[in-house]
């Protein structure tokens, strides 16, 4: 039973997270999974160097490279669908708006350990980090597709700094490094079928073992400087946004583009 509207904004805004189990049943997660191996299979070929050497994650999975036309629209539909769009709208502001989607997996390379990270950390200096955490909000919501170890989020983080443990630790400051355990952290395990959700700025890591293999959905608010970060092609085309039942969350994202 999913807690009301009121209920998931406050765990959200409180802690920066919340997840609900078997929010999602089992042909629901089986037809999803269906085409993201589709698009994983034919990544890992493409990309076999990087597949083996480091990678642990791809993007764009409702681009036009590798997943066909229906294809696209099934996933588009999934992600825009009445489940998903109730959570969306209960965490996030008036026009939320769609930026990505990633795919998690373990790395290939045994000498890759899972890392401690605040997302805003690959665009900013430390300073510009502070002042982007109180100030907006980008959301992943995250479905695994098979049992898995989860996550390791450091609660209350999307709205404070680090302290110094944590600083060192995502910083690899002072001899330490970003797979270290930290004394604030909060395993979550996860299971096919559960639904996080989690602010991307918070400090938090993925945990590697089990069939890891979840999908991410990023999303935004409007109000946000983030319309650069979205590659066009994984929009749905024209074409696409009348078999999509409920299309305001790519319409926002459409519109947002037009106007830069």
Request: proline share 2%; hydrophobic share 35%; aromatic share 12%.
């Amino acid at each position: 039973m999913v807690e009301n509207r009121s209920q998931l904004y406050s765990s959200y805004h409180d802690q920066g997270y919340f997840v609900i189990r078997d929010y999602f049943n089992v042909a629901e997660i089986s037809a999803l999974r269906k085409v993201i191996l589709k698009f994983h299979e034919a990544w890992k070929k493409d990309n076999e160097e990087f597949y083996r050497e480091e990678a642990f994650n791809s993007s764009l999975i409702t681009g036009s490279q590798y997943l066909a036309y229906d294809d696209r629209v099934q996933l588009f539909n999934f992600i825009s669908s009445k489940k998903i769009m109730s959570i969306i709208d209960s965490v996030m502001a008036a026009n939320p708006a769609f930026m990505n989607t990633q795919l998690f997996f373990n790395p290939v390379n045994s000498h890759q350990k899972d890392f401690w990270h605040r997302d805003c950390q690959y665009d900013y200096e430390v300073e510009d980090q502070k002042r982007v955490i109180s100030e907006t909000q980008v959301v992943h919501f995250r479905i695994p597709l098979f049992d898995e170890l989860g996550m390791e989020l450091v609660p209350g983080t999307h709205k404070r700094w680090d302290n110094d443990e944590e600083f060192e630790v995502r910083q690899e400051e002072k001899g330490r490094v970003s797979s270290e355990s930290l004394s604030t952290g909060k395993k979550i395990k996860l299971a096919a079928g559960d639904l996080l959700v989690f602010s991307a700025d918070m400090i938090h890591r993925g945990l590697y073992g089990l069939d890891r293999l979840s999908l991410d959905m990023l999303v935004f608010d409007s109000t946000g400087d983030y319309v650069d970060y979205v590659d066009d092609d994984c929009l749905p085309e024209t074409s696409m946004l009348d078999k999509i039942d409920d299309p305001r969350l790519f319409m926002n994202t459409i519109d947002l583009k037009m106007k830069t």
